[in-house]
């Protein structure tokens, strides 16, 4: 702590500990501006080099170990009250310690897109008028004028002002009275105290709940008993009701006058239990999520803040969100890939959502048909309660799976004989279809039939991929559009073809072996335009289309009561996948798509097309279920000393220059060898998966320890040793704790 002055007229030293917006990788002191008080979770304008930056105070008269006098004072600050509370810091720079992320970075991303920038926190407040005389004060100077006098009472009846539209509702157009008696000085223009509540989601007739059946009322029996912290992992198959005990869970807690947090993996499952919930839920809600406008996202988020939401549904980055009243966390999906950031700071939003209910004390459930493998080592172990709903909700029977092997079998644009005759019985029964491809396009490569060219990236180790619908080919890695050659540029034959399928053929085909069928398409370029995806979902929810064709964004978590078919046209990619969460990933990937079929009264019927029939962890996953594979996928990575049963963190580099990135990794392991116990094990450095991405080459390094705490050891003093190397400075490199793939 600096020394106070000895001179009694010189103001006290404030020193501000700030997190600035910048890759850092540390804190910076400042000292405190040169009038007003300073708090913690204030947004500030700092000196940094020749420029000026936007910082976030996480600290104010912390010891300091720079001398005073070096110390640059804080510019200027933006916020009259704090944006953040003390929980918030904690939590946020808790994260960043464990991620070894920058906290300037951890800290404004928690932040909506605005105040991320050096903009004055929004005032959505609705325009009005107030009156500054009451009516019956100024009578006399308004004889002659009776609209401003009208107008006048109206106002002195609401002490706070009224809307323009409340005005208007009373007296007609009131433009020109007001304006004469703000010039005359009996009425201002204001901003009224309307709470950011009333433009929230809120039904206002609730919905009575359905009969809980005894599995369901175990699991929300078991949960309600739980006093402060409690980690559930509610793991049930496809269609048992989860979301019901959701709602009965989430009810209790607002009953309690605390506030909730439901987590999903993708904005496609938000409207669907937006919905639900807005039916069920007597209580403000409001939505988080990427594809809401800036003002959109900055209101939800001060109305959580601000405790007048009571529930927050949002994908991952809404774990960050400020909850005063917090008193329980749902993490819907809890398996799904996509709560894993994997750019700038990355990390899982479903451990997050576990250490965020750690502190405020609370219970967290993880949801799942398909629990990852390090979550169920959590339940088995103990750490986690493992709850179970093994049967499908009402009368609902599993679907029957089966499998078709298309080894030597001719395939019309990847759709086999057999499920095409199934195809046609179900849609002549007057049923829904859906197939599931994970390959959007029309063609994953097109080629010259005379020379083998191929249309490969420019910047990336990948094919471009055909989209007839636009003329184009494009790099699904880099984002490179090209406009469909109509030669071959290598030998400028006519004679380029499609090779391989993509939603765009497969769409074609059926709409040929189909004419007049509804059919929609659901993939992501299918759902661009704001709003289409929640259209396309809601007319297969009615069965407007009787075939749904689409990818992940299909097979994940929706509510498709008419379909009893589903086809899976390719699966044998994840059998043998490089990654070692590869199988676990196809082994998820199918229940969830298996589990649309069959959800109402109607039996269902999967088909899975594969040319490897026989493989064991297949096998299993359809004899035995999801819980059996899960079993000796963990017993394999027990083997082979993988996660859960070790811990690991990746070292990323690349660099416009070839072997800058391995050269920059070969430093890296010689830093962290003589920092790191003999227990810590090194992986490479080796080539990524897709060497060049967007032009730039990149390579990683693993490094794996058989605790956490072992690992956190190596990476606190690891990751100053590398800023400080010289090649660090003439590349990116970034390090992901837990890292989910390979990449």
Do not use: C, H, I, K
């Given at each position: 702590m600096p020394a106070a002055s000895t001179d009694p007229s010189d103001p006290p030293v404030v020193v501000a500990r700030v997190a600035v917006a910048a890759p850092l990788g540390e804190l910076l002191d400042y000292l405190g501006p040169a009038s007003g008080e300073i708090s913690p979770g204030q947004r500030v304008l700092v000196p940094l080099g020749r420029g000026r930056r936007?910082?976030?105070?996480?600290?104010v008269?912390?010891?300091?170990?720079?001398p005073v006098a070096r110390l640059k004072r804080i510019t200027a600050v933006l916020d009259t009250t704090p944006l953040l509370r003390a929980q918030d810091l904690s939590f946020l720079l808790w994260a960043t310690d464990y991620y070894r992320g920058d906290p300037g970075e951890a800290l404004f991303g928690a932040l909506p897109g605005r105040l991320r920038r050096a903009h004055p926190p929004l005032d959505d407040r609705p325009l009005g008028w107030r009156a500054l005389t009451p009516a019956t004060a100024v009578q006399p100077h308004l004889a002659r004028a009776p609209r401003q006098r009208?107008?006048?009472?109206?106002?002195?009846?609401?002490?706070?002002?009224?809307?323009?539209?409340?005005l208007h509702t009373a007296l007609g157009d009131c433009t020109s009275p007001l304006r004469a008696l703000a010039k005359r000085g009996f009425v201002q223009r204001c901003r009224l105290q309307v709470s950011t509540a009333t433009v929230l989601t809120q039904h206002p007739q609730p919905d009575p709940p359905p009969a809980l059946n005894r599995h369901q009322a175990d699991a929300e029996a078991a949960i309600a008993a739980g006093e402060g912290f409690g980690c559930f992992l509610l793991d049930g198959v496809t269609g048992s009701g989860k979301t019901?005990?959701?709602?009965?869970?989430i009810a209790r807690t607002l009953g309690a006058g605390q506030q909730v947090l439901v987590l999903v993996p993708e904005i496609g499952l938000t409207p669907q239990l937006r919905e639900r919930f807005a039916r069920r839920v007597p209580a403000p809600m409001a939505v988080l999520h990427s594809a809401l406008s800036e003002t959109e996202r900055e209101r939800a988020w001060r109305a959580a803040a601000a405790g007048q939401a009571r529930l927050l549904l949002g994908t991952r980055s809404a774990v960050f969100t400020p909850l005063p009243d917090l008193g329980l966390v749902i993490v819907d999906e809890e398996h799904d890939l996509s709560l894993k950031q994997q750019e700038g700071f990355r990390y899982s939003a479903r451990d997050l959502a576990v250490r965020r209910a750690q502190q405020a004390g609370c219970t967290v459930v993880l949801g799942s048909a398909t629990p990852a493998l390090e979550t169920l080592h959590n339940a088995r172990s103990g750490r986690y309660r493992h709850l179970r709903l093994p049967e499908r909700a009402g009368n609902a029977a599993a679907p029957e799976i089966l499998l078709a092997d298309i080894r030597a079998q001719p395939l019309q644009t990847g759709l086999s004989h057999a499920l095409l005759t199934r195809m046609e019985q179900e849609i002549d029964?007057?049923?829904?279809?859906?197939?599931?491809?994970?390959?959007?396009?029309?063609s994953p490569v097109l080629t010259c039939h005379d020379c083998g060219w191929v249309s490969e990236c420019a910047h990336c180790d990948a094919r471009m991929t055909l989209h007839r619908d636009r003329a184009l080919l494009v790099c699904h890695h880099c984002g490179l559009e090209q406009a469909r050659p109509v030669q071959c540029p290598y030998c400028q034959s006519p004679d380029l073809r499609p090779l391989g399928q993509g939603t765009e053929r497969v769409e074609?085909?059926?709409?040929?072996?189909?004419p007049g069928l509804p059919l929609a398409r659901i993939d992501r370029d299918s759902t661009r335009r704001r709003g289409e995806l929640e259209r396309l979902l809601t007319a297969a929810a009615r069965g407007e289309h009787r075939i749904l064709l689409g990818t992940q964004m299909l097979a994940k978590g929706h509510h498709?009561?008419?379909v009893t078919l589903v086809g899976v046209l390719d699966l044998d990619h994840g059998l043998y996948g490089s990654d070692f969460r590869?199988?676990?990933?196809?082994?998820?990937?199918l229940v969830q798509v298996a589990g649309r079929a069959g959800r109402a009264q109607r039996p269902g019927t999967v088909m899975v097309q594969t040319r490897h029939p026989q493989h064991p962890m297949l096998q299993r996953l359809l004899r035995a279920g999801y819980g059996a594979f899960a079993t000796a996928a963990l017993a394999e990575r027990k083997e082979a000393n993988l996660p859960p049963f070790s811990h690991q963190a990746m070292l990323r580099a690349d660099s416009p220059q070839a072997q800058a990135a391995l050269d920059f990794l070969t430093q890296a392991l010689a830093t962290a060898r003589a920092l790191a116990p003999a227990q810590v094990e090194f992986w490479g450095p080796a080539p990524a998966q897709m060497e060049r991405r967007a032009g730039r080459v990149r390579a990683q390094l693993l490094l794996q320890a058989p605790t956490r705490s072992l690992l956190q050891g190596v990476l606190a003093p690891l990751l100053p040793a590398l800023r400080g190397l010289k090649a660090s400075r003439d590349l990116r490199w970034s390090m992901d704790v837990d890292p989910q793939e390979s990449l």
């Open positions: 936007l910082g976030m105070v996480v600290a008269n912390q010891p300091t170990s720079v009208e107008v006048l009472a109206l106002l002195s009846t609401a002490p706070q002002g009224l809307t323009d539209a409340a019901e005990v959701y709602l009965r869970l029964a007057g049923n829904q279809v859906l197939l599931f491809l994970n390959r959007r396009g029309f074609d085909t059926l709409r040929q072996r189909f498709l009561p008419g590869a199988t676990e990933r196809m082994a998820q990937l």
